[in-house]
């Protein structure tokens, strides 16, 4: 997009009318403004001037029919009442291609302290998702740089998995390596709530140069009002909604939907809804679901969403209200060990808890058989660890513990390797970690002559 399509764009936000009304009252974190109440509508936007020059935003949550209720996306400090509220339309985010190898904040500002392009279409933060029956199917299988998901997970263009883990197991390292070697033409990447301090770190050396060269980074830090850090994961899907639309493939990588939960919930906390599901509100499931389902493979003819969603989960507690809610709206989820991790092996993914459900249509019959047989001997090992580790366990007692105890280092290992050679040199490694050459066997010694 060139310079005049940029002034076209701020040209066309340009009104010529100001609609207005004043402060009636500050009610605890919400704003109460009378005067906007026949023309402001659920999303709109204030922009309130404060006597000390300071201006400050907030959202529209609720009406009355005497005044309507807004939050506001900073401090409260300066305001008093009939200080004037501009309205304003609800504020979207107009992507545009130029914003690859960038890093923006929620509201297509660039953080990188470089100038940035807004493009020409303005799109809604709340998009529905698209028609069901005009869908795509999930297309291709994905080479995503590492045996584990080159094989006994498998991802495929338009798939939706989710990433439960618990912090410090290696979360965010993974997320890097599929954002430096899944195959796709542009990955999008919400930080959700992320400390301010680990943007950079994760953008030099967990993303590095190659990673951010075709990636799209939107970031709210954890210090941000909950309505920017709610506001960061609808921004993120609008990118890679901009990039889908034009055909292309998308990787989307959301870190986390556990913060964007909580950010949600302070916001529906002060809007007057109440809390049910463990301290959240019930509009939470919804929020999630409507989000999860925006991703995926578009309608017929234009591009996919594939996309990543990670759930902090203390304690690996899966039964947690967010880790369910997503859990069942997406293609697979991918289980992260606390213990596996301790030991020194990531990723730290535990496969016998981890499903993908592009298996078994995305697999041919053969390389199907060779997950069966993996998960089959992992799991007989994980019956029998504490017995064989104690010492309880005799050799001979059941043949496919006996062969699942031979293999088992082997299959671990692979688990942390990268992919040689794509998805079929994956799959030859695994069939070496199933089958391993025998042991060449001591010839015996010749007995000496007299």
């Known amino acids: 997009m060139d310079f005049l399509d940029e002034m076209r764009a701020q040209v066309m936000e340009l009104g010529a009318l100001r609609v207005s009304g004043r402060i009636a009252r500050v009610d605890g974190q919400m704003l109460a403004v009378r005067g906007l109440t026949d023309t402001a509508r659920i999303g709109d936007w204030l922009e309130i001037r404060t006597r000390t020059g300071t201006r400050i935003g907030a959202e529209i949550l609720r009406l009355t029919p005497d005044e309507v209720q807004a939050l506001p996306d900073g401090p409260r400090d300066g305001l008093a009442i009939d200080d004037r509220a501009e309205l304003r339309p609800a504020r979207g985010i107009a992507p545009d291609d130029s914003w690859i190898g960038r890093v923006i904040d929620p509201y297509g500002h660039p953080l990188d302290g470089r100038p940035l392009l807004k493009g020409a279409q303005d799109r809604p933060l709340d998009a529905p998702a698209p028609e069901p029956a005009r869908r795509g199917r999930l297309g291709q299988r994905l080479d995503t740089g590492m045996a584990v998901f080159n094989t006994l997970l498998p991802l495929v263009q338009g798939q939706r998995i989710g990433l439960f883990a618990g912090s410090g197991v290696g979360k965010s390292m993974l997320l890097g390596k599929f954002a430096r070697h899944m195959q796709a033409d542009v990955v999008v990447i919400a930080l959700v709530g992320e400390r301010g301090r680990e943007l950079r770190e994760f953008i030099e050396d967990v993303l590095g140069a190659d990673g951010l060269a075709r990636a799209v980074v939107v970031t709210a830090t954890s210090d941000q009002p909950p309505l920017t850090r709610r506001r960061c994961a609808q921004a993120a899907m609008c990118v890679a909604e901009h990039f889908r639309d034009q055909g292309k493939h998308v990787l989307l990588l959301t870190d986390s939907i556990t913060r964007l939960a909580e950010a949600h919930r302070e916001v529906a906390l002060a809007a007057g809804e109440q809390a049910s599901l463990r301290g959240f509100p019930p509009s939470t499931a919804q929020r ?94 994980d019956r029998a660890e504490m017995m064989v580790q104690a010492g309880l366990y005799e050799r001979g007692s059941d043949p496919l513990v006996d062969r699942a105890i031979a293999v088992w280092p082997a299959l671990d290992a692979f688990v942390g390797e990268p992919a040689p050679a794509g998805i079929k040199g994956a799959f030859a490694r695994l069939a070496q970690c199933l089958d391993p050459p025998p042991k060449p066997q001591p010839t015996p010694k010749q007995p000496k002559r007299p």
């Open 288 to 381: 999630i679901m409507s989000l999860a389902e925006r991703a995926g493979p578009g309608r017929d003819g234009v591009g996919a969403i594939t996309a990543i969603f990670t759930v902090l989960v203390a304690g690996s507690d899966m039964e947690e209200p967010i880790a369910d809610i997503l859990r069942g709206v997406l293609d697979g989820h991918v289980v992260m060990d606390r213990a596996i991790a301790e030991r020194g092996r990531f990723p730290a993914i535990d496969v016998l808890r981890s499903v993908s459900r592009s298996l078994p249509h995305c697999a041919r019959p053969e390389e199907n058989t060779r997950i069966s047989e993996a998960r089959r001997l992992l799991g007989a090992y």
